[in-house]
């Protein structure tokens, strides 16, 4: 019983440890892609105002027939958020 118990412990300390080290690498990648595309929005949005227009992403030689597709709540410019979701979806779908 005590070998059992003690097999369980280490066990259960190991799957902490694999788990709690394969978070923290999904969480690194989360925050590279993060910081990656928030470089890449403030690069695109020249005007600075925090929002992408078309003529920004266009001139940024992205293809205008995606601008839409990106724009989930139809305001007619990009937001970081929406360009975040964009970009993980795209990741997730290669
Ligand atoms: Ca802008």
Known sequence: MR???????????LGLG????AEARVDRVKLAV??????AFRQVDADRNRSISPAE?????KNAE???AIDANDDGGLG???VL???IFRLRNR
Do not use: C, K, P, Q
């Open 3 to 13: 070998r059992f118990v003690t097999a369980l412990t280490a066990a259960s300390v």
């Open 18 to 21: 694999f788990a709690s080290a």
């Open 34 to 39: 993060m910081a990656r595309t928030a470089a």
């Open 57 to 61: 992403f266009t001139a940024a030689g």
């Open 66 to 68: 995606n601008f839409d």
């Open 80 to 82: 970081y958020f929406e």
């Open 85 to 87: 979701r964009a970009v």
